[in-house]
């Protein structure tokens, strides 16, 4: 027989002991897990959403407002902001790129964003079917749009106004899917993409006007409006220059997607390390019940321990058996929290997936994983370290003598 053998014998003897100890370390493990999964794409998402983008100008009113509903898609906007001003902004000497968004209606809980093709270059947008819009109500649609809703090229549908699923639909004026994008990991994938006028084109009765082929030289400066503007900076001074410019000269505002972000990962960031400390009492408190586990199984053990010396047995290889029981349930353990956690990843993800939020999988890996399973091996290994060094010093014949 092997220390293995032996070890599992053992376990398997008090298994409802052993099943307490793997069960408790697992849920640990799967915590810390779940939260590694969920920060890291969380984080990886939210950069790549950000990412060429150095400000956001909207209406008045939360900064952090402004970035969630014009770069994530996770908030209703502050207002809208004037055609003319923004139009000034764009061509700002400082201003590489503009991109304009006009926001406001949904389809299905699926957000129309209004806005250029240079929105689609911007994240590296490729069509799985059709083509990009040309005419106003022509749509692009995301990947996981296309997947949720069942929607293909030719398909009709009516915005209605508001991000939710119960505001008024604009009947008189559907939309035709005209593109479905590949799946590309970036806010894209959650959106109903058309032209600028086909937003301005719902509410064109506001303005008595019927045809709306036309409605952008149809519509006044003063009645056309953005919801944002994504600008990219044309040189590093404009982070210094233009943000208060833009405060100070209009009555729009600037908010930096960095400044924000950083500030919404710190908030978040509270519960996050609340979540993680808790987790890490569940990880040692399952090493103490292994410890405390062991500690009572060698008292329990101690003649058969006796009668192993007495056949050859040598007091490394007592340690080296004490230590392997701690060492392999901790394994276990560790093993099935991060099955677990990964398991519950996967849930987390169909569930903001269903809410129409930034996704989160559980297939994937990160290499902090490795880091969670030593973490779970130390624990083991320290709570036997006790319990084999008593065991590694068994009195042979005093044992035996009490029987």
């Not at 990009?132 to 106004?161: C, M, P, Q, T, Y």
Request: charge should be neutral; aromatic fraction near 6%.
């Amino acid at each position: 027989m092997n220390l293995a053998t032996i070890s599992l014998a053992y376990l398997k003897a008090r298994s409802l002991n052993t099943l307490l100890n793997i069960l408790l370390l697992a849920l640990g493990v799967a915590t810390i897990v779940l939260l590694l999964l969920a920060t890291t794409q969380l984080d990886n998402r939210m950069r790549r959403d950000a990412q060429g983008i150095d400000l956001v100008v909207g209406a008045k009113g939360s900064p952090m407002q402004v970035i969630l509903s014009s770069i994530y898609a996770l908030d209703v906007p502050t207002g809208n902001i004037p055609y003319t001003q923004a139009q000034e902004i764009a061509k700002h000497r400082t201003v590489k790129k503009a991109i304009p968004l006009a926001l406001g209606d949904s389809y299905k809980g699926a957000r129309i964003v209004g806005t250029t093709h240079a929105y689609l270059d911007h994240y590296g947008a490729r069509l799985a079917a059709g083509k990009r819009w040309e005419k106003v109500l022509e749509a692009v649609i995301g990947a996981d749009v296309a997947a949720r809703l069942n929607l293909k090229l030719g398909d009709r549908f009516h915005g209605s106004h508001g991000m939710g699923e119960s505001g008024e639909a604009h009947e008189e004026h559907p939309y035709v899917v005209v593109g479905i994008l590949q799946p590309s990991g970036t806010v894209l994938d959650r959106l109903v993409i058309c032209s600028v006028e086909s937003v301005w084109a719902m509410h064109a009765s506001h303005h008595e006007i019927k045809d709306i082929s036309d409605i952008a030289n149809r519509l006044k400066d003063e009645e056309k409006e953005y919801t944002a503007l994504l600008i990219q900076y044309a040189s590093p001074i404009a982070a210094a220059m233009l943000p208060r410019y833009v405060n100070n000269n209009s009555a729009m505002q600037a908010a930096s997607p960095a400044y924000e972000t950083a500030r919404l990962f710190s908030i978040i960031g509270v519960g996050v390390d609340v979540l993680r400390g808790f987790a890490l009492v569940l990880v040692f408190s399952a090493g103490l019940s292994v410890f405390i586990a062991l500690y009572n199984a060698l008292n329990e053990r101690r003649y058969d321990l006796a009668v192993m010396r007495t056949l050859g047995a040598r007091p490394r290889t007592l340690l080296l058996l004490l230590l392997f029981e701690g060492l392999l349930l901790a394994l276990i353990g560790g093993v099935l929290g991060i099955v677990l956690g990964h398991a519950l990843a996967e849930g987390l993800g169909h569930a903001l997936r269903a809410a129409q939020q930034v996704s989160v999988t559980g297939w994937t890996w990160v290499k902090e994983e490795w880091w969670v399973l030593a973490l779970a091996a130390g624990v083991g290994i320290v709570a036997a370290l006790i319990p084999a060094w008593r065991a590694y010093r068994t009195d042979i014949a005093g044992t035996l003598a009490r029987g």
